[in-house]
């Protein structure tokens, strides 16, 4: 999906940036309000990106709609409803890139609007500044909804783990946390066979939510 190209890199290096540093500040603000301040006592309720990077995490959402940065710290003993608290504060990371994709499909629609059409604005005739735009606006739109559909599968130690166990009742929690120490090795091997087959799982998760929004919000298909 993703190329070596200079260009592209380019285009991807601060959309990935601001796709993890949102993520991030928003998993810790929200803690922050449903009364958990470790984040803040860390420096990490910013928007500094600095603060949240994981060098590798970065590097892969570079080359693949999948990636992650550094975890912000949050301690559920500090929430005043600890289920709500550890619910509201995971699930604001991936709803915050989807929101980001919903605002960047927005500006593409804008975009396509201005331009006069799909044509005139990704044709072989169009605009070079158009046709850099749209590309910076899709690449964006994969990018966040590439990371929050990843973030919500619910293995360890991505949010979606977080977000079931606290959805299962209290019965069933202690056996669904068993299967965490599965979770890396899950991930990893969902990696590699999208790799070393032309079968990606994560593609075939990550794309229909990308053609839905392309579809409702910026009014064409992928």
């Known amino acids: 999906m993703f190329s070596l190209d200079p260009v592209e890199l380019m285009i991807r290096v601060p959309i990935v940036l601001l796709a993890l540093t949102v993520h991030e500040f ?6 922050y309000r449903m009364g958990d301040p ?7 309720l910013t928007l500094n990106p600095l603060k949240h990077l994981d060098p590798l995490g970065a590097i892969c959402l ?11 710290p949050i301690n559920p003993l500090n929430f005043h409803d600890r289920r709500r608290g550890i619910l509201v504060s995971t699930a ?3 709803l915050s890139n989807l929101a980001q994709a919903i605002v960047f499909a927005l500006l593409l629609r804008l975009l396509l609007m201005v331009g006069g059409g799909p044509l005139e604005v990704i044709g072989d005739e169009a605009d ?5 735009a749209f590309m910076m606006g899709l690449v964006a739109v ?3 909804v590439g990371l929050a559909v990843f973030n919500c599968l619910p293995l360890f130690p ?3 783990f977080h977000i079931v166990m606290q959805l299962l009742p209290p019965e069933r929690q202690q056996r669904f946390a068993e299967t965490a120490h599965f979770g890396p090795f899950a991930i990893l091997g969902l990696i590699i066979i999208g790799h070393a087959t032309s079968v990606s799982v994560l593609e075939m998760l990550i794309m229909p ?9 910026v009014g064409i298909g992928m």
């Open 92 to 94: 604001a990371g991936p």
């Open 62 to 72: 570079m080359f693949a709609p999948i990636g992650w940065a550094k975890p912000v």
């Open 38 to 44: 470790t984040a803040y006592l860390q420096g990490r």
């Open 128 to 132: 070079p500044r158009f046709r850099a």
């Open 158 to 160: 991505l949010d979606g």
């Open 26 to 31: 928003c998993h810790g603000y929200f803690a």
């Open 142 to 144: 994969l990018i966040n």
């Open 209 to 217: 939510p990308v053609d839905l929004i392309f579809r409702y919000v």
